[in-house]
């Protein structure tokens, strides 16, 4: 059994525990409300220049843009997006889990495949695993900027016009609610009109048109990487947020959880402690029988 000062330590050191991790929370909670409202002043740009560059798209020769290219697709690139920090459930988990189940899906299929991977978490993981890892970012979430787009952007777009990856593909968490987040496999590069921008403007029905100046061809090169920098801060935003509701999740059921613990332990303790009560009483009586 126990000793009475153990039970005492570890209560005190179940509520210590809570304490923190009711901070964090609070804490997750906070960052998740910014990461929210940044997500929503950043959509309707995102929209709109989707919409003109899938109608853009329709008026030029896409095959003379590299980035709109369609290869053979035997060389992929897969871009993983974790989180630099634990604690946050099985948000790492399910993301890594999904990529290595995607690279062997491609390798099944005899592709050659190379990992960009955002976060320390991802690139922990996957430097013990066979695949190559051919670029790193890490600490991107501390203060997250549009910079850390333009330059995730820009290496992807200027690697996929040089030929290194014929296809490009993200895996990353999109963010639904505080507690709801779903692993999503997106494909970048290339643009797959149909897909991307809809059925009828891929086959040129679109109901409006527009002027462009100066011409279209010029304005679809100035585009198309921004569209690239917007989805790639897109996709930062999403995983943020899905982060911290991952994280505000965890350390929720992990406050509840130490709270039980610490009501579990005190009864534990209160029985001891009566026990030997009862115990020293008993003693005292039969010491004092004895002297009858």
């Known amino acids: 059994m126990p000793s009475l000062q153990s039970l ?28 929210q409202d940044r997500i929503l002043a950043a959509r309707p740009y995102a929209l709109k220049m989707r919409d003109v560059l899938g109608n853009l798209s329709q008026r030029v020769n896409r095959a003379s843009h590299p980035l ?40 099944a299929r005899g592709v050659q495949v190379t990992l960009s991977i955002v976060g320390r978490k991802g690139r922990d993981y996957f430097r013990r695993r066979p695949w190559p890892i051919r670029q790193e970012w890490t600490g991107v979430f501390d203060k997250l900027s549009f910079e850390h787009a333009i330059d995730i952007g820009g290496d992807l777009t200027d690697h996929f016009a040089k030929g290194t990856f014929d296809e490009l593909y993200v895996v990353y968490n999109e963010f639904k609610s505080a507690i709801q987040q779903r692993v999503i496999v997106e494909k970048l590069f290339p643009v797959d009109v149909a897909a991307e921008f809809g059925s009828a403007q891929a086959e040129g029905t679109t109901g409006g048109s527009y002027l462009y100046e100066p011409d279209e061809t010029e304005l679809l090169n100035e585009l198309v990487p921004k569209h690239f920098q917007i989805q790639a801060f897109r996709i930062l935003l999403e995983s943020g947020a899905a982060e911290h509701g991952a994280r505000m999740a965890a350390m929720d059921g992990a406050t509840r959880n130490a709270g039980q613990l610490i009501k579990k332990v005190t009864l534990y303790y209160n029985k001891t402690r009566q026990a030997a009560i009862t115990k020293e009483l008993m003693d005292i009586v039969g010491g004092a029988e004895a002297l009858k």
């Open 8 to 35: 005492r330590r570890k209560i005190a050191a179940f509520k210590n525990t809570q304490k923190i991790t009711k901070a964090m929370k609070m804490v997750a909670a906070a960052k998740l409300k910014r990461s």
């Open 68 to 107: 709109l290219q369609k290869r053979q697709g035997k060389k992929i690139e897969v871009l993983v997006i974790t989180s630099d920090r634990g604690l946050c459930g099985g948000f790492n988990g399910n993301i890594v889990r999904k990529s290595a189940e995607f690279l062997r899906q491609c390798e």
